[in-house]
């Protein structure tokens, strides 16, 4: 089996069957309270690649900046209702804030900048951990996967989002600084299952931005020695292509299906599968 440049064995993950029957969904948390890390490009470009693998997928934007909308073309400007609408009026059925998106089995449930002020308005809310898992709970029997894209901070945003997942991707650029922030990060995480929900699990860190340098190399070792099997055996290199994919609102692996950064997505999807965080 050949290895990589550290010399952890690297595997290659066979390319799934289509499902013809879909849910109910396993509900990811996009997680790490440093921004720039790649949560949303990952959500996005995971979330297409296993669309073209014939799963069903749901990106949730709870980031008020709405990147996650914007970058699979919906104008979140325009939208009568958002997540933000989702979370404060139980009147309003989650089916009717869903946008279908320009891509086969990927919809998105956008936000703007309306979901900056529910972190305040949450403070006083009965239940307030709970309430965008008993949102989802209403089309997770619809989706394969859930992908909650959260904001960079480990405020109650955040903390509804772990308590609605299932298990928390990490995705973690291979630079010093944002591995730093993975420690406070893995402290809110343990708080949420030892206080609310035990089922919680970690599904993997996410190496982005990979250059070969001797210090992205450092960085690497120390997020495999800190992680171990939880690392994904793919990391997603630095790329100009996924900006162009950004601006042009698609998923990489659509917008430029042959390039290498597709390839690696692609890659992180089968294993996802190949691991069952994803059937």
Do not use: W
């Not at 089996?1 to 509900?27: C, N």
Request: aromatic letters at 6%.
């Amino acid at each position: 089996m050949p290895t990589d440049l550290l010399g952890r064995e690297y595997e290659t993950f066979p390319a799934p069957q289509p499902r013809h029957e879909h849910g109910p969904a396993r509900v990811i948390a996009m997680c790490n309270q440093k921004g720039g890390v790649g949560k949303t490009t990952s959500s996005i470009n995971i979330a297409g690649a296993l669309s073209q693998y014939g799963r069903r997928v749901l990106i949730v934007d709870f980031d008020p900046q709405g990147a996650a909308t914007v970058g699979l073309g919906i104008n979140s400007n325009t939208v009568d209702n958002t997540v933000y609408t989702a979370l404060f009026d139980p009147s309003v059925d989650p089916h009717d804030i869903i946008q279908h998106t320009d891509f086969k089995n990927l919809d998105v449930m956008p936000a703007n900048i309306d979901l900056s002020a529910a972190e305040v308005q949450l403070v006083t809310e009965v239940g307030r951990e709970q309430i965008l898992a008993s949102v989802l709970r209403k089309v997770r029997d619809e989706y394969d996967l859930i992908i909650i894209d959260c904001q960079p901070s480990l405020g109650l945003l955040t903390v509804n989002a772990l308590t609605a997942a299932d298990g928390v991707m990490i995705p973690v650029a291979a630079e010093f600084f944002a591995l730093r922030g993975v420690a406070l990060l893995m402290q809110s995480i343990e708080k949420v299952q030892s206080r609310i929900n035990p089922s919680l699990e970690i599904d993997g860190v996410l190496v982005t931005m990979y250059t070969r340098t001797l210090h992205s190399e450092e960085v690497l070792q120390r997020i495999y020695e800190a992680f171990g099997d939880k690392v994904f055996h793919t990391v997603i290199s630095r790329s100009i292509k996924l900006p162009d994919a950004t601006v042009a609102a698609a998923p990489i692996t659509i917008y430029a299906p042959n390039h290498k950064t597709a390839q690696e997505y692609r890659e992180v999807a089968r294993e996802m599968v190949a691991r069952g965080v994803v059937a």
